[in-house]
Nanobody, 114 residues
Framework: QVQLVESGGGLVQAGGSLRLSCAASGSIAINAMGWYRQAPGKQRELVAAITRGGITNYADSVKGRFTISRDNAKNTVYLQMNSLKLEDTSVYYC?????????WGQGTQVTVSS
């Protein structure tokens, strides 16, 4: 059984920074790892993803501000969020793909205040 443990969310002022972490436990071979977010009344959307080889993909809205990285030895993925905007307020979910199976974290709240 795979468990994803997220950390790093919180309240930050606009222009500030936060770093999210997600550690996957269990003996699995992880392919892609990523972060999604879902604001109230909106669909869940991809924020950033990274392959095992380090190829990254970002939503246009976060390019240049967010950086995704991973530590394969620790099965951990990170999301460094800089220059945060009010519209980044959302619940952020970690996603891990192993084979054809998607695993999701419990979500961590990020709130950006003015």
């Amino acid at each position: 059984q795979v468990q994803l443990v997220e950390s790093g969310g919180g309240l930050v002022q606009a222009g500030g920074s936060l770093r999210l972490s997600c550690a996957a436990s269990g003996s699995i071979a992880i392919n892609a790892m990523g972060w999604y977010r879902q604001a109230p009344g909106k669909q869940r959307e991809l924020v950033a993803a990274i392959t095992r080889g380090g190829i990254t993909n970002y939503a246009d809205s976060v390019k240049g501000r967010f950086t995704i990285s991973r530590d394969n030895a620790k099965n951990t993925v990170y999301l460094q969020m800089n220059s945060l905007k009010l519209e980044d307020t959302s619940v952020y979910y970690c996603n891990v793909i192993s084979g054809s199976t998607n695993y999701w974290g419990q979500g961590t709240q990020v709130t950006v205040s003015s």
